[in-house]
């Protein structure tokens, strides 16, 4: 520190001049300077935009609720505009009366609101054969975390009256990918909904604008945006989401399928490579999000040693349930390298296991359900890379 | 007690909706296909992503091959080699195929596209018809590859352990590095904000026209970008098409019909064009059906217009 700071001593011109009148931005976004927390694609992944995901800038975000115009995108064929009006939900099948609903309808039923994580089967898949993207948007960000509002599906389909032998649902976005899923009549009954709010305000068109399905702690594909039909039936229809894709291949080439359930799972979101320390040694705030399909996060561990020796974190609140929870080490840095690593437990004491204990089981193919322990490289100046370690 | 919300659906709406296929063949439609029409469709609507014989193109997936490859590093899961049941196939092409274009195939070409992947999977001969009579005789090379999710014996009671929290391993060496692949996206191009250029001595555009179009273009984009970073996908990039030469964009592969066509796209001509691509240009590899109203048509032409 030379003489005195000029930012206090100097009078500023936001201190003398008047900034922007309340009429500047009916609806805001982000001051520029956070111009760089944006969702970000990795275009060598798949064919086309269209048919494709992006990540959440989770390296730059605190708390646990991800703000909509941030939270990863992913669409079969593109995000499409279907407006309020034009809206229909068809309930057919096993039912004692097929019904249809306009959106106007939908807002009459009793609602129901929660917070739960959404996480693409895929998040941490390209992490399957080793270390490979360089940053915690990249390796765990295809996830968000928003408090939902709507009507849980128990409430609808008891309008239109399941018929005994209706055992599971089908579940149809309106889009031109037709995205379907099959999900068993418990699942549907015990704790799903539709959604037509996020966070307050309407979903966004890039999630499923003006309804979509919610299925907590279930892998996001089953999440059907632009909602527009759900069919009871007596078994699942196997449809190319649930057979050819989303389904886990084994080392001897069987592949498991419904594996619908996201494992415990958590991530240091900060510091990482895209967030390195910039402050030098001494108190350092060790940041990350935990969250579990099966319930709520009871206990999260942080190793700075590669996993050698561990100590328990402060969770930010108390776990909900198949909602993120934010954990947060206060360390006091000593200017070395560390080898940064986190480890979820959930509530059934299921604790989020080493990457090599996953391939242990199901070798380098299996895609999708990558919940392995990540580590981040902290190097001498700071910064941080992906690694694996013994 | 039910609420008395929402209308009876009607016959009519049911039938136009619920169309899903299940493993067993309910939900298949009176219908048939060839082998041989099955590959004048596919080559017309599907070969442009997925190759003349459903190999894949680029990043698109391949239809054909791969058997056994399951239980090998990096599996080539096709039709063929990985999905269980025939039903996903007819299934997914009817609702969700050609990419761009969904829901717009009759039950016939569906069944012929279908016996057309089945033959270049080599699991039926060229004089093969398909209809939902035969459909569940057809058996999937990989239909007993399957389990339901056994994590909660093959890995739960594992994981589920007390946690070691003091020296729990001798020694901690790192033995992979992301640097080394270097496949992380760059974060500098996209902070490099191009001016927009000026356009000035542009003749004046009606800009309810242009965002008419712009709307239309959603019937186009599966294959084609306008704008700034527009590359060549599917179709070629058609930033300045208005004017232009026909087949005349670097690094584009037309069809030879486009290539040998000696067209300058101006107004009438990408207006017969949009209205019937395939009669106005026999063999070219553009598969659109076209566009019926002339507004829609003047509009895609503004918006190409608007992008010089």
């Given at each position: ?16 001049y ?114 490979q ?12 975390n ?38 068993p ?31 907590p ?62 402050h ?50 206060e ?15 959930d ?26 322990i ?17 | ?16 909706w ?151 391993k ?16 760059g ?8 001016s ?9 555009v ?21 704008g ?37 796209w ?20 553009m ?10 048509i ?8 608007a992008?010089?």
């Amino acid at each position: 520190q030379g003489g005195p700071d000029p930012l206090i001593t100097e009078v500023q011109d936001w201190a003398s001049y008047t900034g922007e009148g309340v009429d500047e931005t009916p609806y805001g976004l982000p001051i520029h300077f956070e111009a760089d927390v944006i969702r970000r694609n990795v275009p060598w992944l798949t064919a086309d935009p269209i048919s494709s995901i992006n990540f959440t800038p989770i390296h730059a975000l605190d708390g646990t609720i991800t703000p909509a115009g941030c939270a990863f995108e992913r669409h079969h064929s593109g995000a499409i505009e279907l407006a309020k009006p034009d809206y229909r939900l068809m309930i057919n099948g096993l039912v004692d009366r097929p019904l249809v609903f306009t959106y106007a309808d939908l807002e009459r039923f009793p609602r129901h609101s929660g917070v739960y994580f959404c996480e693409c089967a895929a998040n941490s898949g390209m992490e399957w054969a080793g270390a490979q993207l360089n940053g915690s948007q990249y390796t765990h960000g295809m996830i968000h975390n928003m408090e939902y509002v709507g009507v849980s599906l128990k409430t609808l389909l008891d309008e239109a009256g399941i018929q005994p032998e209706g055992k599971w649902l089908y579940v149809e976005g309106a889009d031109a990918s037709s995205n379907g899923r099959s999900i068993p009549l418990e699942k549907a009954l015990d704790d799903c909904m539709i959604a037509f709010k996020a966070n307050g305000e309407a979903l966004r068109k890039e999630h499923g604008y003006p309804v979509r399905l919610i299925v907590p702690g279930w892998e996001g594909n089953l999440w059907v945006k632009w909602l527009r039909r759900i069919e009871v039936t007596s078994g699942p229809v196997e449809s190319r989401e649930e057979t050819s894709k989303y389904t886990d291949t084994l080392d001897n080439g069987i592949s498991r399928k419904w594996t619908w359930v996201m494992d415990a799972k958590s991530v240091v979101t900060a510091p990482s490579p895209q967030s390195p320390i910039q402050h030098g040694k001494g108190p350092l705030v060790i940041t990350g999000l935990a969250w579990s399909g099966r319930g709520v996060i009871t206990r999260v561990d942080v190793s700075t040693d590669g996993g050698k020796n561990w100590q328990t974190a402060r969770l930010a609140a108390p776990g909900q349930r198949m909602a993120m929870t934010r954990f947060w080490l206060e360390h006091d840095w000593n200017g070395e390298e560390m080898l940064l690593q986190s480890r979820a437990i959930d509530e059934t004491g299921y604790v989020q296991p080493t990457k090599e204990a996953l391939r242990d089981i199901r070798g380098e193919n299996s895609v999708y359900h990558n919940n392995g322990i990540q580590t981040w490289w902290v190097r001498e100046d700071g910064s941080a890379e992906n690694v694996e370690v013994s | 007690d039910p609420l008395g919300l929402g209308r009876d659906a009607l016959p009519e709406e049911i039938a136009a909706w619920d169309v899903d296929v299940m493993p067993d063949g309910t939900g298949l439609p009176e219908g048939s296909g060839d082998v041989m029409t099955g590959e004048e469709v596919f080559l017309e609507k599907c070969a442009a992503c997925h190759g003349d014989f459903a190999e894949g193109l680029g990043n698109w997936p391949p239809l054909a091959g791969g058997e056994d490859t399951l239980d090998r590093k990096d599996p080539v899961k096709t039709v063929g080699s990985y999905w269980p049941h025939l039903s996903t196939v007819w299934d997914y092409v009817n609702r969700s195929m050609p990419f761009g274009q969904a829901q717009l195939l009759t039950p016939d070409e569906t069944y012929a596209i279908t016996a057309y992947i089945l033959y270049s999977n080599y699991l039926v001969e060229e004089d093969f018809v398909l209809s939902r009579e035969n459909f569940s005789e057809i058996a999937m090379p990989n239909a007993e590859g399957f389990i339901i999710d056994d994590r909660s014996d093959a890995e739960y009671p594992l994981f589920t352990v007390e946690a070691c929290m003091q020296d729990c391993k001798e020694s901690v060496e790192i033995t992979m590095h992301a640097s080394v692949i270097d496949v992380t996206p760059g974060e500098a191009a996209d902070e490099e904000e191009a001016s927009p250029a000026s356009n000035e001595e542009e003749p004046a555009v009606d800009p309810e026209l242009v965002a008419a179009g712009e709307k239309q273009f959603n019937k186009c984009k599966a294959c084609h970008m306008v704008g700034e970073d527009a590359q060549n996908r599917v179709g070629p990039v058609l930033n300045g098409i208005i004017g232009r030469a026909a087949g005349a964009v670097d690094d584009y592969t037309y069809s030879s019909a486009m290539a040998e066509a000696e067209i300058i796209w101006d107004d009438e001509e990408l207006r017969a064009f949009l209205g019937d691509p395939k009669g106005f240009l026999p063999g070219n590899k553009m598969s659109f059906p076209g566009l019926k109203a002339s507004e829609d048509i003047d509009a895609i032409i503004a918006y190409l217009r608007a992008h010089p």
